[in-house]
């Protein structure tokens, strides 16, 4: 017997973070913050439980609104009428202050061509979405859901009549396609991915019928929605499967498959397919996003116009998005991006905004003719610094297993310093935590070791032997080398160059030499893979909501430090390195977590996983994140004073950047 699962989880619920706790039937129409539904004289809906409206006539009136540009394209032929373009029951979102006005170009910046963010933090579209401010998740791709009472099957309904931006409609059959062609390919899915393993089996995927799906797990998977409303289940509805069958081995012709592996001038199918879904490079994909690249990848400025079938209206049954188009100026770094916003040359953007730089937007904003926002993280902190545990040095990687090492460095840092140097006092110390209004959130695991004491820190690194010094007053490795890391960073989210520079001064008193030195992001990442570094820094994610997805406590993904660990655990043993101690008892702790359903218990093992980092300490964190800058012009409406900024809802998307809107006339 199954019961029907709402289509919002609340607060109380989203904290207990057990997908299936609450059941009842789900509201068609949502709000953009999660709130209370559309009106019910909303034109957008019928009634969720009533039977299907008739047909309309070809000269009744349409019940939607659409935007002057497309009802041009309508009227000369080039577009179906927006009744036909809509899904049977649209999704309804109530803006954040008014109704909005059609048209307008949103000017933003980016530092690269793929850092346009396109169908990611910018009009990215989930199965399910978080909230603005990440306590709720709501329907959105998937209309409503249903879970086993035993919570290993999950039954998800798309809308019917939903389409791709090509017109063509979007089904079970796409998702199935990611599943059985893409997930279960090997060249392209080496190792299947382990947020959709649960008790040592992956999920099976079933079709029910064209907008019904089943997703079958061999134990109960208490946290699958939450997981599934993050970036991991982004990927499941991007792939269009009638535009990418032509890319793949199965379904390609060969001749035709061989031709344009050449054109690309790639040697295996998968590298050519493996390019093809991506909304921020490849115009030609369709999309389901509010706006769809409509340039080269390479253009400047990188242009996105509004997509004709996007899915959602407003409740006056206004067809999303509001804006035309959206344009991006390409700029040489974090710095030149900083100072042409401090100018006025974006409408809204968060991205690359620094805090630092808050005097100086604060100072400009009259002349900008935009307002400052700053926006609560979700991130317990923006710099993780993280010691490489797998080193191919093995002089050093026996330092740095040894955890007096860590705590050394951690008392060594002189964190009310960075506080005022980079932060404007406006921090507190932290390790890599989580935050403060999680329900995990644990004090002493929190401000472990984030005392500044160089006299503790010299101790520890007595005790571990590392007493002799070179005439610089560095202190010598047991074969004789001066201690030094390599500290390399990426000068794009934090102002981690200062933080470097100030670390060098402090971790010289205990003996330690830093080496700190930028380099591009692509690079950084290759070397990271490559376990080539000493020392990185990146921004931790997610510690609003530890459980659905704790990287920055387990070696599961993306965690820095124990990146090897990693590789190893999601290759099932292929690659990196394999976790011992410690490393695999937070693992496992985890996996049990995954199938545990009492939110109680749930908690008392991820306090388990705080107990080991306390006193592992495999990452050393800094300081609490600052707020996150928001610039918008003052004509750009409908941005929330009080949304969440963190990768995993991909803020702002969780913000419903379609019902944001340029006001008429004002935009000058």
């Given at each position: 017997?199954?019961?029907?699962?709402?289509?919002?989880?609340?607060?109380?619920?989203?904290?207990?973070?057990?997908?299936?706790?609450?059941?009842?039937?789900?509201?068609?129409?949502?709000?953009?913050?999660?709130?209370?539904?559309?009106?019910?004289?909303?034109?957008?809906?019928?009634?969720?439980?009533?039977?299907?409206?008739?047909?309309?006539?070809?000269?009744?009136?349409?019940?939607?609104?659409?935007?002057?540009?497309?009802?041009?394209?309508?009227?000369?032929?080039?577009?179906?009428?927006?009744?036909?373009?809509?899904?049977?029951?649209?999704?309804?979102?109530?803006?954040?202050?008014?109704?909005?006005?059609?048209?307008?170009?949103?000017?933003?910046?980016?530092?690269?061509?793929?850092?346009?963010?396109?169908?990611?933090?910018?009009?990215?579209?989930?199965?399910?979405?978080?909230?603005?401010?990440?306590?709720?998740?709501?329907?959105?791709?998937?209309?409503?859901?249903?879970?086993?009472?035993?919570?290993?099957?999950?039954?998800?309904?798309?809308?019917?009549?939903?389409?791709?931006?090509?017109?063509?409609?979007?089904?079970?059959?796409?998702?199935?396609?990611?599943?059985?062609?893409?997930?279960?390919?090997?060249?392209?899915?080496?190792?299947?991915?382990?947020?959709?393993?649960?008790?040592?089996?992956?999920?099976?995927?079933?079709?029910?019928?064209?907008?019904?799906?089943?997703?079958?797990?061999?134990?109960?998977?208490?946290?699958?929605?939450?997981?599934?409303?993050?970036?991991?289940?982004?990927?499941?509805?991007?792939?269009?499967?009638?535009?990418?069958?032509?890319?793949?081995?199965?379904?390609?012709?060969?001749?035709?498959?061989?031709?344009?592996?050449?054109?690309?001038?790639?040697?295996?199918?998968?590298?050519?397919?493996?390019?093809?879904?991506?909304?921020?490079?490849?115009?030609?994909?369709?999309?389901?996003?509010?706006?769809?690249?409509?340039?080269?990848?390479?253009?400047?400025?990188?242009?996105?116009?509004?997509?004709?079938?996007?899915?959602?209206?407003?409740?006056?049954?206004?067809?999303?998005?509001?804006?035309?188009?959206?344009?991006?100026?390409?700029?040489?770094?974090?710095?030149?991006?900083?100072?042409?916003?401090?100018?006025?040359?974006?409408?809204?953007?968060?991205?690359?905004?620094?805090?630092?730089?808050?005097?100086?937007?604060?100072?400009?904003?009259?002349?900008?003719?935009?307002?400052?926002?700053?926006?609560?993280?979700?991130?317990?902190?923006?710099?993780?610094?993280?010691?490489?545990?797998?080193?191919?040095?093995?002089?050093?990687?026996?330092?740095?297993?040894?955890?007096?090492?860590?705590?050394?460095?951690?008392l060594g840092m002189n964190r009310a310093d960075i506080n005022e140097a980079v932060y404007l006092g406006q921090t507190e110390p932290t390790q890599v935590s989580p935050t403060r209004n999680s329900p995990v959130y644990w004090e002493p695991q929190a401000i472990s070791m984030t005392e500044y004491d160089p006299d503790r820190a010299n101790a520890y690194?007595?005790?571990?032997?590392?007493?002799?010094?070179?005439?610089?007053?560095?202190?010598?490795?047991?074969?004789?080398?001066?201690?030094?890391?390599?500290?390399?960073?990426?000068?794009?989210?934090?102002?981690?160059?200062?933080?470097?520079?100030?670390?060098?001064?402090?971790?010289?008193?205990?003996?330690?030499?830093?080496?700190?030195?930028?380099?591009?992001?692509?690079?950084?990442?290759?070397?990271?893979?490559?376990?080539?570094?000493?020392?990185?820094?990146?921004?931790?994610?997610?510690?609003?909501?530890?459980?659905?997805?704790?990287?920055?406590?387990?070696?599961?993904?993306?965690?820095?430090?124990?990146?090897?660990?990693?590789?190893?655990?999601?290759?099932?043993?292929?690659?990196?390195?394999?976790?011992?101690?410690?490393?695999?008892?937070?693992?496992?702790?985890?996996?049990?977590?995954?199938?545990?359903?009492?939110?109680?218990?749930?908690?008392?093992?991820?306090?388990?996983?705080?107990?080991?980092?306390?006193?592992?300490?495999?990452?050393?964190?800094?300081?609490?994140?600052?707020?996150?800058?928001?610039?918008?012009?003052?004509?750009?409406?409908?941005?929330?004073?009080?949304?969440?900024?963190?990768?995993?809802?991909?803020?702002?998307?969780?913000?419903?950047?379609?019902?944001?809107?340029?006001?008429?006339?004002?935009?000058?």
């Amino acid at each position: 017997m199954q019961r029907r699962a709402r289509k919002t989880i609340s607060r109380r619920e989203f904290m207990r973070v057990s997908a299936f706790a609450a059941a009842g039937a789900v509201a068609v129409a949502c709000g953009a913050d999660g709130g209370p539904p559309a009106e019910d004289d909303a034109p957008a809906a019928a009634d969720a439980q009533g039977d299907e409206a008739p047909a309309e006539s070809a000269a009744a009136p349409s019940k939607y609104n659409e935007a002057p540009m497309l009802a041009e394209m309508v009227a000369n032929g080039q577009l179906p009428p927006v009744d036909e373009r809509l899904p049977l029951e649209p999704l309804v979102i109530t803006p954040e202050e008014e109704i909005g006005d059609y048209g307008g170009i949103w000017n933003r910046l980016a530092t690269s061509a793929s850092d346009n963010q396109l169908g990611g933090k910018v009009g990215g579209e989930h199965l399910v979405r978080y909230n603005k401010d990440g306590t709720q998740i709501n329907p959105n791709v998937f209309e409503s859901w249903e879970v086993s009472d035993d919570g290993t099957t999950f039954t998800f309904n798309l809308r019917p009549g939903m389409k791709w931006s090509d017109g063509e409609p979007y089904t079970a059959n796409d998702l199935l396609f990611y599943y059985e062609d893409v997930l279960l390919n090997e060249d392209l899915t080496p190792s299947f991915p382990n947020w959709l393993i649960v008790g040592g089996e992956p999920v099976v995927i079933s079709k029910l019928d064209d907008y019904t799906l089943e997703f079958k797990f061999a134990s109960p998977y208490a946290l699958f929605i939450n997981v599934l409303g993050s970036l991991w289940g982004d990927a499941f509805a991007r792939y269009c499967s009638h535009y990418l069958k032509q890319f793949h081995i199965n379904y390609a012709d060969e001749d035709e498959l061989e031709a344009m592996m050449d054109e690309a001038g790639v040697e295996h199918w998968y590298q050519l397919f493996g390019t093809k879904p991506d909304t921020r490079r490849n115009p030609d994909t369709p999309s389901y996003l509010p706006w769809n690249l409509s340039t080269p990848s390479h253009s400047d400025p990188l242009i996105a116009d509004r997509n004709a079938f996007y899915w959602k209206v407003d409740p006056e049954g206004n067809q999303l998005p509001y804006i035309d188009a959206i344009h991006w100026s390409l700029v040489d770094g974090k710095d030149q991006l900083n100072l042409r916003a401090i100018q006025g040359e974006v409408d809204m953007q968060l991205r690359h905004i620094t805090f630092d730089n808050v005097p100086l937007f604060m100072e400009n904003r009259e002349r900008g003719n935009y307002r400052v926002m700053l926006w609560n993280r979700g991130q317990v902190t923006d710099t993780v610094l993280h010691l490489n545990h797998t080193n191919k040095d093995p002089v050093l990687r026996e330092i740095v297993q040894d955890k007096r090492f860590r705590y050394a460095l951690s008392l060594g840092m002189n964190r009310a310093d960075i506080n005022e140097a980079v932060y404007l006092g406006q921090t507190e110390p932290t390790q890599v935590s989580p935050t403060r209004n999680s329900p995990v959130y644990w004090e002493p695991q929190a401000i472990s070791m984030t005392e500044y004491d160089p006299d503790r820190a010299n101790a520890y690194l007595d005790e571990m032997g590392l007493t002799e010094r070179d005439d610089e007053g560095y202190r010598l490795r047991p074969d004789g080398e001066r201690l030094s890391l390599v500290f390399e960073y990426v000068a794009i989210f934090a102002a981690w160059g200062d933080i470097a520079e100030l670390l060098t001064s402090q971790w010289k008193d205990i003996g330690l030499e830093l080496i700190s030195t930028e380099i591009d992001r692509s690079l950084f990442g290759q070397r990271l893979s490559a376990n080539e570094l000493d020392l990185g820094v990146w921004h931790s994610s997610g510690e609003w909501n530890p459980f659905i997805e704790p990287r920055s406590f387990v070696p599961i993904v993306n965690n820095y430090a124990l990146r090897q660990y990693a590789f190893y655990y999601n290759s099932g043993g292929k690659e990196g390195f394999e976790p011992t101690g410690d490393i695999l008892k937070a693992i496992e702790i985890w996996e049990e977590i995954k199938t545990t359903v009492d939110e109680e218990q749930q908690r008392a093992l991820f306090r388990q996983i705080l107990e080991l980092n306390m006193e592992n300490l495999w990452q050393i964190g800094v300081t609490t994140a600052p707020p996150q800058p928001v610039v918008v012009k003052n004509y750009f409406r409908n941005v929330p004073e009080d949304g969440m900024f963190d990768d995993q809802p991909r803020s702002p998307s969780n913000t419903a950047m379609e019902q944001y809107f340029i006001r008429a006339g004002e935009d000058t």
